[in-house]
């Protein structure tokens, strides 16, 4: 997606621009910095604010908070406590969300936000880029090899979210498809769907069934909101750096550092690259939001079918009569005993049994129509 960065210079690898903890790799061994002892409060509170006083004036106004939000994040961590955005493959990431509870936060947000910042990492990401160009084309980086280093980490970076998010936003469409294809039918059908629900143990497999689909249809949902305002924050971070290179299009560098023309030239693929993909996502997520709308009207219609069918299941079963009463001995008929409570004297014949296993009350589709087994058939005379 993004083109790589590349320059041969045989220059001291001093640090001149922000890193996280993975940029210290960059670093010869012999160089790194040994682990210290954790410093107190009053240290690092101390350490904060002269690191404050000290952030560079950002070329791009608007990449000013972020890019300050960046560096006191180094200065403070390292950038130690930022996760790494991508693991396994996107059937295991899917696997991994729906598996989690109802209300369970999604992996990927301590990589957007950690605790007590304001900025999405991809503005954080775009400043770094953009303020690395700066000190390229203004001649004024400690090393241009390292700068250039430090750029395709963060290039990285950027296109293995963007990869990413467009392969969870295509599986998750995939998914929810794939369920609505196979939940419509028995709606196209709607004569035999209602037959087979009369079966309550059929009626109790659809209603456990839709509980677990609309639990995938708030994960997926969760995840999907996650992404556009990913996008969001996104495409106004990348404007803002495209916005910056046109401008530096005519600039003097041109005439005092013109080795430097293929950079600027795969910065600006990369921008353009960048705000294409981010709108492919967008298009996708927007079809996965149309296809959640479609499964969660199915879920609604099947769990609607499932109650009428109940009710009226219930509703015709039939009266219950008691046993016929024995004639007098003469032949004649005779008012029974029970008379006074109004029962017929006729005999009746022995009632079909048309009854059902009472539903679990804890049954949603079902819920309406449990008063019924504790309720006795009303008896009847002429």
């Given at each position: 997606m993004a083109l790589p960065l590349s320059l041969h210079h045989d220059e001291d690898r001093s640090v001149l621009l922000l890193t996280d903890s993975e940029d210290d790799d960059l670093m010869p061994p012999s160089r790194r910095t040994p682990i210290e002892p954790k410093p107190s409060s009053e240290a690092m509170r101390q350490k904060t604010k002269e690191a404050a006083a000290n952030v560079p004036i950002h070329p791009i106004l608007a990449m000013q908070p972020a890019f300050t939000e960046s560096l006191m994040e180094a200065t403070n961590t390292g950038g130690s406590t930022k996760p790494k955005l991508r693991f396994g493959d996107a059937k295991q990431r899917r696997t991994r969300l729906l598996d989690s509870p109802k209300g369970a936060g999604l992996h990927a947000d301590l990589w957007r936000y950690r605790p007590g910042q304001k900025y999405h990492e991809l503005w954080k990401l775009l400043a770094q880029v953009s303020f690395g160009v700066y000190l390229l084309l203004n001649g004024i980086a400690n090393s241009n090899e390292q700068v250039v280093d430090i750029l395709q980490h963060h290039i990285d970076e950027v296109d293995e979210f963007l990869e990413t998010t467009l392969e969870d936003v295509n599986l998750a469409t995939d998914d929810v498809n794939e369920r609505i294809e196979f939940l419509k039918l028995p709606l196209e059908n709607i004569a035999t769907f209602e037959e087979m629900l009369e079966d309550r143990d059929f009626r109790l497999q659809i209603v456990t069934g839709n509980e677990k689909?609309?639990?995938?249809?708030?994960?997926?949902?969760?995840?999907?909101?996650?992404?556009?305002?990913?996008?969001?924050?996104?495409?106004?971070?990348?404007?803002?750096?495209?916005?910056?290179?046109?401008?530096?299009?005519?600039?003097?560098?041109?005439?005092?550092?013109?080795?430097?023309?293929?950079?600027?030239?795969?910065?600006?693929?990369?921008?353009?690259?960048?705000?294409?993909?981010?709108?492919?996502?967008?298009?996708?997520?927007?079809?996965?939001?149309?296809?959640?709308?479609?499964?969660?009207?199915?879920?609604?219609?099947?769990?609607?079918?499932?109650?009428?069918?109940?009710?009226?299941?219930?509703?015709?079963?039939?009266?219950?009569?008691?046993?016929?009463?024995?004639?007098?001995?003469?032949?004649?008929?005779?008012?029974?005993?029970?008379?006074?409570?109004?029962?017929?004297?006729?005999?009746?014949?022995?009632?079909?049994?048309?009854?059902?296993?009472?539903?679990?009350?804890?049954?949603?589709?079902?819920?309406?129509?449990?008063?019924?087994?504790?309720?006795?058939?009303?008896?009847?005379?002429?």
């Open positions: 689909i609309e639990h995938i249809i708030n994960r997926t949902t969760l995840a999907l909101n996650a992404t556009f305002q990913d996008v969001d924050e996104g495409l106004k971070s990348v404007k803002e750096f495209a916005v910056y290179l046109g401008s530096q299009k005519d600039g003097i560098w041109r005439q005092q550092r013109p080795e430097f023309e293929d950079i600027y030239d795969a910065m600006k693929g990369n921008a353009q690259g960048w705000y294409q993909a981010l709108i492919d996502i967008q298009d996708s997520a927007t079809a996965l939001e149309n296809s959640l709308e479609s499964l969660g009207d199915i879920v609604t219609e099947m769990d609607k079918k499932a109650g009428e069918v109940s009710r009226r299941t219930w509703f015709s079963v039939a009266p219950f009569s008691g046993p016929a009463e024995p004639l007098p001995s003469g032949g004649h008929s005779a008012k029974s005993s029970f008379s006074s409570r109004g029962r017929s004297s006729a005999p009746q014949s022995p009632p079909k049994t048309v009854l059902q296993t009472a539903p679990r009350p804890d049954s949603p589709a079902e819920k309406e129509v449990v008063f019924f087994e504790e309720k006795e058939v009303p008896l009847c005379i002429p």
